[in-house]
């Protein structure tokens, strides 16, 4: 799914773009869609609004390929922008539901612990449908900037400097959005938290 | 498989359950829009939306309202202090006489960086790690009489929402960080980290007869001691609460 090295046929697409050919925005299409759907939907969480959104942004970045540096990546230009503008959609569809509608599972704490510490550990989860439903439903009660991080940092593989430098956010920011995220889910699970939580920092 | 890529299957699995990647195809409608010279984006669908803030600036006098009445809780309006609260001071009632001469400290120069101001003072100055966004470092100051030294978070230097004070603890009498809040105020206890705070939401509001205190949930005011520090933080705004707050003084390093 990730793809992070710019091969020969990207540049060459960026610079036919340059020049006005639309073929070369074909080429970036074909190469960045899924992934950049796949971003868009994980954080605003409807497909066809996904679609819009990346459909906008390869809009944008055609409009504006004459301001991009050719010595920087264009995936993280792009999914930059896919990123930024899938937060400010979900925003203003004011998606979240007051906490107390929220689904409460009691397995999804362990899960979404889990999930938002940020420290490399083995393994304690095997993927199984159940696992998957349960993270989807935790990660539908935080907000867009809190799930972006998750994608950002889980499915874009990035890190804390990287999301910082790409959303032109600064660390303290992302850190926020990460911690946060993790302190919402307790909120939200209160009632079903009854383990011991011993090491909760998360560096 | 290690955690991070059974999370990443985990979301890929999950994006294909809704789509899978054989039904992505944009191209023909971006196409489309190119010939027509027309897409979402331009019709604006996605406008930003602007934040209104229109409480803010009639807030920013608050604060130096607060700054005086710090100043002057002093050894007369600590006379009426009840010893019920560990971090604020609970006056008798309501209001404070009024005085003819309120004190501030002098406060020093904002300094550009923390490194400056940890220079001048013999402690210590704990930064963030973590701020909501929109919140950025935009100055600090030492106030020497007080050894006191205040950071100042915001948007810009005209927009300061977050101000944490930190200051060494000797005792209650000479702790600037410590001074009254009205009879009425409701203080939370709180848990920052293994230690305990307390959280109030209100103001001093200067009258013709003097202070007078007044509840208001747009001025949040939360205090704590570690590790021989008095520590005060200020927030000005609707966007944060109590629980935000406890984040970024636990993050503080």
């Known amino acids: 799914m990730t793809i992070k090295t710019p091969s020969w046929e990207e540049r060459q697409a960026i610079s036919r773009l340059k020049q006005g050919d639309l073929g070369g925005l074909e080429t970036l299409v074909s190469r960045y869609q899924v992934q950049a759907v796949y971003t868009a939907y994980l954080i605003v969480q409807d497909v066809k609004l996904a679609e819009d959104i990346v459909q906008s942004a390869f809009l944008r970045a055609a409009q504006k390929i004459y301001q991009f540096d050719e010595r920087r990546s264009f995936r993280a230009w792009f999914l930059r922008s896919v990123v930024n503008a899938a937060i400010k959609a979900d925003k203003k569809q004011k998606r979240l539901v007051p906490l107390e509608h929220h689904n409460k599972d009691e397995n999804i704490d362990p899960v979404m612990e889990w999930l938002l510490d940020p420290n490399p550990s083995p393994d304690q989860y095997i993927e199984t449908e159940e696992t998957r439903q349960m993270v989807w439903k935790a990660m539908e009660n935080l907000s867009a900037d809190q799930r972006a991080a998750i994608i950002m940092r889980h499915f874009l593989e990035m890190k804390e400097t990287e999301m910082s430098q790409e959303l032109d956010r600064p660390l303290t920011t992302v850190r926020w959005w990460l911690r946060t995220a993790r302190n919402r889910l307790r909120e939200i699970l209160q009632p079903f938290w009854q383990m011991d939580h011993p090491n909760e920092d998360e560096r | 498989m290690k955690k991070n890529d059974t999370i990443q299957s985990m979301l890929i699995h999950l994006a294909q359950d809704a789509v899978l990647p054989s039904e992505i195809d944009l191209w023909p409608t971006l196409r489309a829009q190119l010939v027509a010279g027309t897409n979402v984006h331009e019709r604006g669908k996605w406008r930003s939306i602007q934040s209104q803030r229109v409480q803010h600036i009639a807030y920013i006098s608050l604060i130096s309202v607060v700054l005086l009445i710090f100043a002057f809780a002093t050894p007369q309006g600590r006379a009426f202090a009840q010893n019920l609260l560990k971090f604020f001071t609970r006056a008798e009632n309501n209001t404070l006489p009024a005085q003819e001469d309120y004190k501030v400290p002098a406060e020093g120069p904002r300094i550009l960086n923390v490194t400056e101001v940890q220079s001048l003072v ?28 205040t950071q100042q978070f915001g948007s810009s230097p005209e927009d300061i929402r977050l101000s944490i004070q930190q200051q060494p603890f000797t005792t209650i009498a000479a702790c600037d960080l410590c001074g009254l809040v009205g009879a009425s105020a409701s203080v939370q206890i709180v848990q920052i980290g293994q230690g305990e705070a307390e959280y109030v939401e209100g103001v001093w509001e200067l009258t013709a007869n003097g202070p007078a205190w007044r509840d208001d949930p747009y001025l949040k005011t939360l205090r704590w001691q570690k590790d021989g520090m008095a520590f005060e933080l200020i927030y000005m705004g609707s966007e944060l609460k109590v629980d935000d707050l406890i984040v970024i003084a636990e993050s503080l390093e």
């Open chain 2, 122 to 149: 013999g402690f210590d100055v704990l930064e963030p790690a973590v701020l909501p966004e929109g919140l950025t470092f935009q100055g600090a100051s030492h106030t020497a009489e007080t050894n006191t030294v």
